[in-house]
């Protein structure tokens, strides 16, 4: 199938340097496609499906024929703005695969023990069999997620510069291993983002104006359009420092 693309697109363009494929962000269903076009050396670029909307005008009905021609717009709009995608390193491949596997884990975790909770505190008789069955559960996945824990410390101690970018970030007060991983792997170990300002805007953490129109007085705030998980633990991260940080703590009460 992949070969067969690339013979239909060298009827307009024999030169593969002047190709540019583009393609939206699907995770692990495109992953064969990337090795493809990278062991033939064709230039891509992958770009999440609400970017690739937002460039865009509004739009009525979707079917994969009005999603290609869309993207191909996209592509021609923005082509000189398109970064080229890198692949992965084995290494933070595995990490991905095992820190998705994590939040499986955790959320299997959590929808058996809310319930038998609930069970506990409002149907104490009515539910023994269901929260001892929970129970026994939830201990099995609990050994699971430090199993996979060790497993992904493992796979970072395996490759000796994420190691160190590994020990760096759990060195800031407040990030463990969660925050720590998911921020190799949506930097690639920091090669896909290299500046403060560019992780902070991609986290929505990073304070943005708004005064312009009828928001002449508004004040600045933070963006509502950004990667919500690691929103999500650099926030985390932020409070642990602040409940647990004496100088943290009396900055953030000082200000």
Not at 67 to 91: C, N, S, W
Not at 138 to 155: D, F, G, N, S, Y
Not at 157 to 170: F, G, K, M, P, R
């Amino acid at each position: 199938g992949f070969k067969a693309m690339v013979r239909w697109i060298m009827q307009f363009s024999k030169l593969r340097e002047e190709w540019l494929l583009c393609m939206e962000h699907t995770g692990i269903y495109a992953l064969p496609l990337w090795y493809f076009l990278t062991a033939e050396k064709i230039t891509y670029c992958v770009v999440p499906g609400s970017v690739i909307s937002s460039g865009l005008e509004i739009r009525r009905g979707k079917n994969d024929k009005i999603d290609a021609g869309d993207i191909t717009r996209f592509t021609m709009r923005y082509a000189d703005e398109l970064k080229p995608h890198q692949l992965p390193t084995q290494v933070l491949q595995r990490l991905r695969m095992l820190f998705a596997y994590r939040e499986r884990l955790v959320k299997a975790s959590v929808l058996l023990k809310v319930p038998a909770n609930e069970a506990k505190e409002f149907a104490l008789k009515e539910s023994k069999e269901v929260r001892t069955d929970s129970s026994s559960l939830v201990q099995i996945i609990e050994a699971r997620i430090t199993k996979v824990e060790k497993l992904m410390l493992e796979v970072i101690n395996s490759d000796e510069q994420t190691a160190t970018y590994y020990q760096l970030i759990v060195s800031v007060k407040g990030f463990g291993i969660v925050t720590a991983c998911y921020l190799l792997i949506i930097t690639q170990c920091f090669t896909m983002m290299t500046k403060s300002r560019e992780l902070a805007n991609f986290g929505g953490v990073a304070p943005h104006p708004h005064k312009s129109g009828k928001s002449i007085k508004g004040k600045t705030r933070v963006s509502p359009v950004a990667d919500k998980k690691l929103k999500a633990l650099l926030s985390r991260g932020a409070s642990s420092l602040i409940q647990y940080d004496e100088g943290t703590k009396n900055y953030q009460i000082g200000r």
